[in-house]
């Protein structure tokens, strides 16, 4: 069956005043059916600016300098807004950090839920309030709540009637950036696991951005590791935990504490990534390789298919599997 999401050689660019930031940079991955799909990697690294790509918040002067984004068969780059807009939140839903702080302040929890839901099915007038209670029971919100304003409500209670907008529709994809980073601990997890019971009750597809490395290798099914506006290394999240390829791979999961198992020290990575405006040439990783060789300097290694086929790795050290590599990207194309 094909990917749900299928995003290939996506770059976008910020045109600045030093130059034009590439901060995504021809990167190409696919989200399966009813599969949870993270991006990792440093602060700055393109995340944001990946998720913003895919759902089209980019804004000016952010513009998309290339590649395609097919959600089940539709190309969303060439879509005319209008089109668009019908499939955003019916097929593809958002849930950012800040959309707790985004809801109108002046609207009732009730009001905004129904009008998302008539904004797409103008005929479900009548039954457009019992579904606001529904939905309001599925993320366990009272739904004497659903007469609140948002400021009667906490940031978690908050954050789940987002959550609760962003269900309304039943998308096949949600793409959740950094979805409870502003929560204190023990609310995240709660809304972390109601998302997981929502995801596997309704089969979405979810894109999950985050910081916490240990909580995206316990949610997702596949990684994907960006550094410097790249794509480096994406694989089944348990490979990734267990296995790590790419240098910088390594280097991050031991800058966080091991999930379980002895202690052991975290080490990081030494310095830090490159200019945007001016990447490195070759490995944009390798002015902090601890295993640079001379090729990674000229040359940019391409992500191609590890030797077992499970995940994909853009690095030389692999160089004497590249024959094969090629070979069998060629056939999974
Ligand atoms: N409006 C902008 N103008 C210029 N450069 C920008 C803008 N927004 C982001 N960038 C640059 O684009 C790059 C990618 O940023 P992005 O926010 O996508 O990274 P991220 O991996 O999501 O980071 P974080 O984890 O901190 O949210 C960074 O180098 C950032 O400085």
Redesign the pocket.
């Known amino acids: 069956m094909s990917a749900l999401l299928e995003v290939r050689e996506l770059s976008v660019e910020?045109p600045?005043a030093r130059g034009v930031?590439k901060?995504?940079d021809r990167i190409s991955f696919t989200i399966g059916r009813g599969e949870i799909f993270g991006l990792a990697?440093?602060?700055?690294?393109?995340?944001?600016?990946?998720a913003?790509g895919i759902c089209r918040l980019l804004r000016p002067?952010?513009r998309l300098a290339g590649g395609s984004v097919r959600l089940d068969g539709v190309e969303l780059t060439a879509l005319p807004e209008d089109e668009f807009d019908k499939l955003r939140w019916a097929k593809l839903s958002i849930v950012l950090q800040s959309a707790m702080n985004n809801l109108n302040p002046v609207m009732t929890i009730r009001k905004q839920l129904t009008d998302a839901i008539l904004a797409h099915e103008p005929d479900a007038a009548s039954a457009a309030d019992a579904r606001a209670a529904e939905l309001m029971k599925l993320v366990d919100l009272p739904a004497d709540r659903l007469n609140s304003y948002p400021h009667e409500l906490s940031g978690g209670m908050r954050q789940r009637v987002v959550i609760a907008m962003a269900m309304a529709l039943k998308p096949s994809l949600v793409i959740m950036?950094?979805p409870t980073t502003a929560l204190d601990v023990v609310v995240q997890h709660g809304i972390i696991r109601k998302m997981m019971e929502l995801q596997r009750r309704f089969g979405f597809s979810i894109l999950f951005?985050t910081?916490d490395l240990p909580l995206m290798l316990q949610m997702c099914d596949r990684i994907g590791i960006?550094y410097a506006?790249k794509l480096v290394e994406t694989a089944p999240a348990s490979r990734i935990l267990k296995e790590p390829k790419h240098p910088y791979t390594q280097g991050l999961l031991d800058s966080f504490p091991a999930l379980s198992g002895e202690k052991r020290r975290l080490t990081g990575i030494p310095g830090h990534?490159p200019d945007?405006i001016r990447p490195p040439a070759g490995c944009r990783f390798q002015p902090r390789c601890r295993r640079a060789m001379p090729p990674c300097l000229s040359v940019e290694p391409a992500l191609l298919p590890d030797r077992d086929g499970l995940g994909k790795v853009a690095c030389h050290l692999y160089g004497e599997e590249e024959g094969a590599r090629e070979q069998a990207s060629a056939a999974s194309e």
């Open positions: 910020y600045s930031v901060a995504v990697g440093e602060s700055g690294c393109g995340k944001s600016t990946t913003f002067p952010a950036d950094e951005i910081h960006m506006g990534p945007l």
